[in-house]
Nanobody, 117 residues
């Protein structure tokens, strides 16, 4: 099992910044991808960004150029730096940990991000 603990959400004005963190613990696998997803009220959960252990990143088009995902493998931690936030970024943000080539897929409890206009 892998446990994920997120932090860093909150309320911010449009144009502001927030940094999310997610720490993984438990049965850490070397071949993993960590990422962030979000779910707004009434909408499906969607990909925000992912990063492999080697540092390869993937972003949704809606956040490219504004958000940056990074990770510290020694600390089993993934970060999401969110700049130029927009009201449409308001959602619960979930940390994800997926073990490649397996069905092992873990989720954090979620952290609320609210962007006021």
């Amino acid at each position: 099992q892998v446990q994920l603990v997120e932090s860093g959400g909150g309320l911010v004005q449009a144009g502001g910044s927030l940094r999310l963190s997610c720490v993984a613990s438990g049965s850490i696998f070397s071949n993993n991808v960590m990422g962030w997803y979000r779910q707004a009220p009434g909408k499906q959960r969607e990909l925000v960004a992912t990063v492999t252990r080697g540092g390869t990143t993937n972003y949704s088009d809606s956040v490219k150029g504004r958000f940056t995902i990074s990770r510290d493998n020694a600390k089993n931690t993934v970060y999401l730096q969110m700049n130029s936030l927009k009201p449409e970024d308001t959602a619960v943000y979930y940390c994800n940990y997926a073990v490649l080539f397996t069905s092992r897929n873990y989720w954090g409890q979620g952290t609320q991000v609210t962007v006021s206009s």
